[in-house]
């Protein structure tokens, strides 16, 4: 079994829809998680960071831990076309013990139609 | 903003070939990472280096090495490639360790090399 789990998709919804991505772990000393957001034969780029638990967001993006269930998700509302890319969840432990691993969910790719 | 700039988008290379990917950083990090990309495997770590010749075996290193003799500088040998190393290559940065920043990468914009 991997450490994070992430469904691959694609994800098609259309332009305005809710859209809900989500990632699956299995450590729990994960307390570091990340969204990146990757562009078509670009890099990665973070998109959202979080610490332990709860929600974080930021302008139609929000971030959500839960790690009773060891389950983390990305919202991103009034979706665009913009956000037609693939999103990466990342995660480590904590940073008091020396360099800390991040490990990454496989991607899942969505695709926003006009 | 923190820049990486990996100097070789695309490469095709010849099995057995010596190839070189270079990445360079400018915002003084200390640490820096090489990560091969893949459909379906996500990112494997290769090799990263917390400081200026020092350097640690990743999840997949075999077949790979890397060199950094100065800080910004970061690069990744592979010493005859294969075809099995057809893959986009992402170089990675983050400041020191302890801090709030150190499990934030900064990624490149990568480099794709094809091995015929």
């Known amino acids: 079994q991997k450490e994070v789990e992430q469904d691959p998709g694609p994800l098609s919804v259309p332009e305005g829809a809710i859209v809900s991505l989500n990632c699956t772990y299995s450590?729990?000393?994960?307390?570091?998680f990340m969204w990146y957001r990757q562009y078509s034969r670009k890099g990665p780029e973070l998109l959202m960071y979080?610490?332990?638990?709860g929600n974080k967001e930021d302008g139609r993006f929000t971030a959500q831990v839960d790690k009773s269930s060891k389950y983390i998700s990305l919202f991103i509302r009034d979706s665009q076309p913009s956000d037609s890319a693939t999103y990466l969840c990342?995660?480590?432990?904590?940073?008091?013990?020396?360099?800390?691993?991040?490990?990454f969910g496989t991607g899942t790719r969505l695709l926003v139609s006009p | 903003d923190v820049k990486v700039t990996q100097s070789s988008r695309y490469l095709v290379k010849r099995t057995g070939e010596k190839v070189f990917l270079e990445c360079v950083q400018d915002?003084?990090?200390?640490?820096m990472f090489w990560y091969r990309q893949d459909p379906g495997l996500g990112l494997r770590l290769i090799y990263f280096?917390?400081?200026?010749?020092?350097?640690e075996k990743g999840d997949i290193p075999e077949g790979y090495s890397v060199s950094r003799e100065k800080k910004e500088r970061f690069s990744l040998i592979l010493e005859s490639a294969s075809t099995n190393q057809t893959s986009m290559y992402l170089c990675?940065?983050?400041?020191?360790?302890?801090?709030?920043?150190?499990?934030?990468?900064?990624f490149g914009a990568g480099s794709r090399l094809t091995v015929l």
């Open positions: 990675a940065s983050t400041t020191g360790t302890g801090t709030p920043g150190a499990n934030v990468l900064t």
């Open positions: 450590n729990s000393a994960f307390q570091y």
């Open positions: 979080t610490y332990s638990s």
């Open positions: 990342a995660m480590s432990g904590g940073l008091n013990t020396g360099f800390q691993k991040l490990v």
């Open positions: 915002m003084d990090h200390e640490n």
């Open positions: 280096s917390y400081d200026v010749k020092m350097k």
